[in-house]
């Protein structure tokens, strides 16, 4: 949930030195990833700056009911599929149940080492954190509001706008404490016995994964026939078969109608191409309902229209690739910009608006190598183009897939878990000779560490012939990716 408090306007933190001022260099409006990385990076270039976050804890949505609280149940509950498998392998282990109050403590300590980490850093940093809610009242003139004292101006030479975004429900079918955003889910205080999550996306796949390790019994109700249906189709086709292989129950062409309350949870209405194709609707029950179907930009508030903050018809803020607004001095940065939505990116976006700001020439976010990773079990992860969409682009030639049967790799077989590799590699027009690798798509445990050396391969244009001479140590995961690259350069070693 969100934890939204009225706190006095002061500096967040105990020893935070900088008195509050009326005036900055810089006034960051929102206290998330793109908000602290831009006041961290801007501080280090030794501007004035003043973060303001209207939550009691800085960090945002990652931090405090995101990234790090979803990861700390993955963590806790990856540990009772590791057990199950440990049965199959002769080790002796009962799972007995969860002790809810400790999980939830763990959790919460995750995420309170986070924000107090990232509070210190900010306080040494120099950063004038206030907390209330905050609105542009001219180009260069921010408002504070909270409830213990008048509203008060700040002037700034710079403001950035770091709101984020919150869960989008279904029409005409609010949040309840039955029918879940993540927020909500992440307040549990048990996990549901027989949850229906609708939705295909992270959340949702996240979700399903999490709760059917600890013993749910999870139903996914999606509208394509697969989840992460907008990734490359093999990928996507995979991680949707290892979460069927697990007891997952995927309702695939499904689109919920309503969700009603019955005398025993819920009954979620929902019509089917796959099941009927005369249109009748199926019903499934439910303890509790994951909406799971996007985020909206915080950006509806009338001081972003008044400013002359240009939006899209989704409510998203319109940038150049530097960050900068359709307002003189505004810069907006992470969830409420077009573009991939995650914390990594929302961090080099803020890195390239503080050194804009400061004068240094960045260059722009490269959209093209943000790495996508989804914590389910098995994780995937992917940076880059797939087939299809590097078919579908001019500058491109010679498209050629690479596929790596995964389970040919020695630490894939012993996980007992299936994946999926793939690599895309392809000339550039201006330079038809060279073939270099623009995508590279996993399915696997280890997915969302092992996507960290296939974005230096594909965000430096490597090419493959010199990829391929990288040696990956033996037996590990990371070897998959090497096998690939030689199979990619003409020379498979360990398979036909
Ligand atoms: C369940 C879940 C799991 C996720 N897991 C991952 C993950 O594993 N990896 C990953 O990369 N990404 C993940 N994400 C996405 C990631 O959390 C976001 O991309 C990231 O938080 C965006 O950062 P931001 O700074 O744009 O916005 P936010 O983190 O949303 O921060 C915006 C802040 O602005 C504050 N604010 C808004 N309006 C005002 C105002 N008017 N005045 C003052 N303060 C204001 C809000 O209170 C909030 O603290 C996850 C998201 C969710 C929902
Ligand atoms: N590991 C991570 O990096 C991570 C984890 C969780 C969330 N996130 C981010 O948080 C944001 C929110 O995640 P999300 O999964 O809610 O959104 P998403 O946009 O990633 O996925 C939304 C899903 O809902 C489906 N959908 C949309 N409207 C629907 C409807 N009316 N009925 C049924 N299905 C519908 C879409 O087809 C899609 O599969 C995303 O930007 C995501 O990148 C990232």
Same mark, same amino acid.
């Given at each position: 949930?969100?934890?939204?408090t009225?706190?006095?306007?002061?500096?967040?933190?105990?020893?935070?030195?900088?008195?509050p001022?009326? $005036?900055?260099?810089?006034v960051i409006?929102?206290?998330?990833?793109?908000?602290?990385?831009t006041?961290?990076r801007?501080?280090?270039?030794?501007?004035r700056?003043?973060?303001?976050?209207?939550?009691?804890?800085?960090?945002?949505?990652?931090?405090?009911?995101?990234?790090?609280p979803?990861?700390?149940?993955?963590?806790?509950?990856?540990?009772?599929?590791?057990?199950?498998?440990?049965?199959?392998?002769?080790?002796?282990?009962?799972?007995?149940?969860?002790?809810?109050?400790?999980?939830?403590?763990?959790?919460?300590? =995750?995420?309170?080492?986070m924000?107090?980490?990232? /509070?210190?850093?900010?306080?040494?940093?120099?950063?004038?954190?206030?907390?209330g809610?905050?609105?542009?009242l001219?180009?260069?003139?921010?408002?504070?509001?909270n409830?213990?004292?008048?509203?008060?101006?700040?002037?700034?030479?710079?403001?950035?706008?770091?709101?984020?975004?919150? /869960?989008?429900?279904?029409?005409?079918?609010?949040?309840? $404490?039955?029918?879940?955003? $993540?927020d909500?889910?992440?307040?549990?205080?048990?996990?549901?016995?027989?949850?229906?999550?609708?939705? &295909?996306?992270a959340?949702?796949?996240?979700?399903?994964?999490?709760?059917?390790?600890?013993g749910?019994?999870?139903r996914?109700l999606i509208?394509?026939?697969?989840v992460?249906?907008d990734?490359?189709?093999?990928?996507s086709?995979?991680?949707?078969?290892?979460?069927?292989?697990?007891?997952?129950?995927?309702i695939?062409?499904?689109?919920?109608?309503?969700?009603?309350?019955?005398? @025993?949870?819920?009954?979620?209405?929902?019509?089917?191409?796959?099941?009927?194709?005369?249109?009748?609707e199926?019903?499934?029950?439910?303890?509790?309902?994951?909406?799971a179907?996007?985020?909206?930009?915080n950006?509806?508030?009338?001081?972003?229209?008044q400013?002359?903050?240009?939006t899209?018809? *989704?409510g998203l803020?319109?940038?150049?690739?530097?960050?900068?607004?359709?307002?003189?001095h505004?810069? &907006?940065?992470?969830?409420?910009?077009?573009?991939y *939505?995650?914390?990594?990116?929302?961090?080099?976006?803020?890195?390239?608006?503080?050194?804009?700001?400061?004068?240094?020439?960045?260059?722009?976010?490269?959209?093209? /190598?943000?790495p996508?990773?989804?914590?389910?079990?098995?994780? &995937?992860?992917?940076?880059?183009?797939g087939?299809?969409?590097?078919?579908?682009?001019?500058?491109?030639?010679?498209?050629?897939?690479?596929i790596?049967?995964?389970?040919?790799?020695?630490?894939?077989?012993?996980?007992?878990?299936?994946? =999926?590799?793939?690599?895309?590699?392809?000339?550039?027009?201006?330079?038809?000779?060279t073939?270099?690798?623009?995508?590279?798509?996993?399915?696997?445990?280890?997915?969302?560490?092992?996507?960290? @050396?296939?974005?230096?391969?594909v965000?430096?244009?490597?090419p493959? /012939?010199?990829a391929a001479?990288?040696?990956?140590? *033996?037996?590990?995961?990371? @070897? &998959?990716?090497?096998?690939?690259?030689?199979?990619?350069?003409?020379?498979?070693? *360990?398979?036909r």
């Amino acid at each position: 949930m969100s934890t939204k408090t009225n706190t006095e306007v002061t500096d967040s933190s105990k020893n935070n030195h900088t008195a509050p001022s009326d $005036s900055y260099d810089l006034v960051i409006i929102g206290a998330g990833p793109g908000g602290y990385s831009t006041a961290l990076r801007s501080a280090q270039l030794g501007a004035r700056v003043a973060l303001i976050e209207e939550d009691s804890t800085v960090g945002g949505t990652c931090l405090n009911r995101g990234c790090i609280p979803t990861k700390a149940l993955m963590s806790a509950t990856s540990t009772i599929t590791l057990s199950a498998h440990a049965r199959q392998l002769g080790i002796q282990s009962t799972f007995d149940g969860i002790d809810f109050n400790k999980l939830t403590t763990f959790k919460q300590s =995750s995420v309170d080492a986070m924000t107090t980490g990232l /509070s210190q850093l900010l306080s040494q940093r120099q950063v004038t954190v206030i907390h209330g809610r905050a609105s542009i009242l001219s180009p260069r003139t921010v408002e504070v509001t909270n409830d213990s004292k008048q509203p008060f101006v700040l002037h700034a030479n710079d403001i950035v706008l770091a709101t984020g975004a919150h /869960s989008t429900p279904l029409p005409e079918q609010p949040f309840t $404490s039955d029918i879940l955003d $993540s927020d909500r889910a992440l307040d549990l205080k048990q996990f549901p016995e027989h949850p229906v999550i609708i939705g &295909a996306g992270a959340v949702a796949v996240e979700f399903a994964s999490i709760w059917q390790a600890a013993g749910s019994q999870v139903r996914l109700l999606i509208r394509k026939d697969r989840v992460l249906s907008d990734w490359d189709r093999r990928t996507s086709m995979a991680l949707t078969r290892a979460l069927q292989k697990q007891g997952i129950e995927i309702i695939t062409g499904s689109q919920c109608a309503r969700i009603e309350h019955e005398h @025993e949870g819920l009954c979620v209405s929902y019509s089917s191409s796959q099941t009927d194709s005369n249109g009748l609707e199926q019903q499934v029950t439910a303890d509790k309902v994951l909406v799971a179907i996007g985020r909206t930009p915080n950006t509806d508030d009338p001081w972003f229209a008044q400013a002359g903050i240009n939006t899209d018809p *989704h409510g998203l803020v319109l940038t150049d690739s530097f960050g900068h607004t359709s307002c003189k001095h505004v810069w &907006a940065v992470g969830d409420i910009t077009p573009g991939y *939505h995650f914390a990594h990116r929302a961090f080099e976006q803020g890195i390239v608006v503080a050194e804009s700001i400061a004068g240094l020439n960045p260059l722009p976010v490269d959209e093209n /190598s943000i790495p996508q990773v989804v914590f389910s079990t098995p994780q &995937a992860a992917c940076i880059g183009l797939g087939k299809e969409s590097a078919e579908a682009r001019d500058d491109l030639l010679e498209i050629q897939e690479t596929i790596y049967p995964m389970l040919s790799n020695a630490r894939m077989r012993m996980s007992g878990s299936t994946g =999926s590799l793939s690599l895309v590699t392809a000339c550039k027009t201006e330079d038809p000779t060279t073939r270099i690798v623009v995508g590279v798509h996993i399915v696997a445990p280890e997915a969302a560490e092992l996507i960290a @050396e296939a974005e230096q391969i594909v965000g430096n244009q490597v090419p493959v /012939s010199k990829a391929a001479r990288l040696i990956h140590p *033996h037996p590990t995961f990371s @070897e &998959a990716l090497g096998e690939a690259l030689l199979k990619a350069d003409g020379r498979p070693l *360990h398979m036909r």
